[in-house]
């Protein structure tokens, strides 16, 4: 025999339904039987206030019941395994019978399972004469041969109830109160002090804010200060135009003149011009205070007009051209 699974914790009132009974109840001929201690009692309804939960015991005449040895890999899906497997197991397709199945252990590699079939038009036609005279069961269970309860539920889903427990939901309900009682009186407590809590939370906020604004005036203080020193060093690191001017005007050869000068913000110098003596630019510049590697960009063209040469030079400004006085080009 399986050991049950199926637990409920309100009380049971057991039918056993004859196989070879008619549907009503109200004939005094052994129909539906009410399985006390005392043994079987003919079935009289119950008090509408007492709370049961009926559970309708099938015979094994209206039970199929199989012992079968599964992987244990099926315990995971039971339900879904048996139901692709109903074929095999029994004569019936799955679409014609009610199923459920109990666990009875297992060992290293296969699950023990006690599967009860009963044909679906038999049980619903049970359940609805029994309907019919008031009686609605919570759970069906079937007798193996023994005459024990399998401890299953063969009960179909869509006349499944949810049944409200009355002295758990009372208890249940004494307990909200309770913890509710004890929440408004520490409430309550906590009300007096509440006006003194909410001052002392807008001071402080007061002060965070008051915190918060002079970190970030500290911070654009520090930031503008850091501005100024860079534009300073910049400043000072580069050579005025004045005295790039007058190093140029030194260094170049006076058949030599000049038509565009760029100083970039790095210190390289780009000047272009014409010059009647272009191969000696290099040489002269390059022994020039203030200048260094100069070299000459694109391609050296003759004008027509001037007969001179036009060229683009580069060169790099070093430390000893810079100035501390700005000036202009003229």
Same mark, same amino acid.
């Given at each position: 025999?399986?050991t049950?699974?199926?637990?409920?914790?309100s009380?049971?009132?057991? +039918?056993?339904?004859?196989?070879?009974?008619?549907?009503?109840? @109200?004939?005094h001929?052994? *129909?539906?039987?009410?399985?006390?201690e005392?043994g $079987?009692?003919?079935?009289?309804?119950l008090?509408a206030?007492?709370d049961?939960?009926?559970v309708?015991?099938?015979?094994?005449?209206?039970v199929?019941?199989r $012992?079968?040895?599964?992987p244990?890999?099926?315990?995971?899906? +039971?339900e879904?395994?048996?139901?692709?497997?109903?074929?095999?197991f029994?004569?019936? *397709?799955?679409?014609q019978?009610?199923?459920?199945?109990?666990?009875?252990?297992?060992?290293a590699?296969r699950?023990?399972?006690?599967?009860?079939?009963?044909?679906r038009?038999k049980?619903?036609?049970?359940? $609805?004469?029994?309907?019919? *005279?008031g009686?609605?069961?919570?759970?069906v269970d079937?007798?193996?041969?023994a005459?024990?309860p399998?401890g299953?539920?063969?009960?179909p889903?869509a006349?499944?109830?949810?049944?409200?427990?009355?002295?758990?939901?009372i208890?249940?309900?004494?307990?909200?109160?309770?913890?509710?009682?004890?929440? @408004?009186?520490?409430?309550l407590?906590?009300?007096q002090?509440a006006d003194t809590l909410?001052?002392?939370?807008?001071e402080?906020?007061?002060?965070?804010?008051?915190t918060?604004?002079?970190?970030?005036?500290?911070?654009?203080l520090?930031?503008r200060?850091?501005?100024a020193g860079? +534009?300073?060093?910049?400043?000072?690191?580069q050579?005025?135009?004045l005295t790039?001017l007058?190093?140029?005007?030194?260094?170049?050869p006076?058949d030599?003149?000049?038509?565009q000068?760029?100083i970039?913000? $790095?210190g390289?110098?780009?000047?272009s011009g014409?010059?009647?003596?272009?191969?000696s630019?290099?040489?002269?510049i390059?022994?020039?205070?203030?200048?260094?590697?100069?070299?000459f *960009?694109?391609?050296?063209?003759?004008?027509s007009?001037?007969r001179?040469?036009?060229?683009?030079?580069?060169a790099?400004l070093s430390?000893?051209?810079?100035g501390?006085t700005?000036g202009?080009?003229?």
């Amino acid at each position: 025999m399986c050991t049950a699974k199926l637990k409920l914790k309100s009380s049971f009132v057991k +039918l056993l339904w004859s196989a070879n009974a008619s549907a009503s109840i @109200t004939h005094h001929s052994n *129909q539906l039987w009410r399985v006390t201690e005392n043994g $079987e009692q003919s079935w009289q309804p119950l008090p509408a206030d007492q709370d049961h939960a009926l559970v309708l015991q099938l015979t094994p005449a209206q039970v199929l019941v199989r $012992e079968l040895y599964l992987p244990l890999a099926a315990g995971k899906k +039971l339900e879904s395994v048996l139901q692709h497997e109903l074929p095999r197991f029994t004569p019936f *397709q799955p679409g014609q019978v009610y199923f459920a199945a109990a666990r009875c252990g297992s060992d290293a590699q296969r699950l023990r399972v006690q599967l009860a079939v009963v044909r679906r038009d038999k049980l619903d036609a049970l359940l $609805e004469q029994l309907a019919a *005279q008031g009686v609605a069961p919570d759970r069906v269970d079937a007798l193996d041969a023994a005459g024990q309860p399998l401890g299953i539920n063969l009960l179909p889903a869509a006349r499944r109830r949810r049944r409200i427990h009355w002295p758990r939901l009372i208890n249940l309900t004494l307990a909200i109160s309770s913890a509710l009682l004890l929440a @408004t009186a520490a409430a309550l407590w906590r009300s007096q002090n509440a006006d003194t809590l909410q001052r002392m939370s807008a001071e402080v906020s007061q002060l965070q804010q008051q915190t918060r604004d002079i970190i970030t005036l500290q911070q654009q203080l520090s930031e503008r200060q850091q501005a100024a020193g860079y +534009l300073a060093r910049l400043k000072h690191s580069q050579p005025s135009m004045l005295t790039t001017l007058q190093a140029l005007t030194d260094c170049l050869p006076a058949d030599t003149w000049l038509e565009q000068l760029d100083i970039k913000a $790095e210190g390289t110098l780009v000047m272009s011009g014409q010059s009647s003596a272009v191969s000696s630019l290099i040489s002269r510049i390059n022994a020039c205070p203030g200048f260094s590697a100069p070299q000459f *960009q694109g391609v050296i063209q003759p004008d027509s007009q001037t007969r001179q040469d036009r060229f683009t030079l580069q060169a790099t400004l070093s430390a000893s051209a810079s100035g501390q006085t700005e000036g202009s080009t003229p």
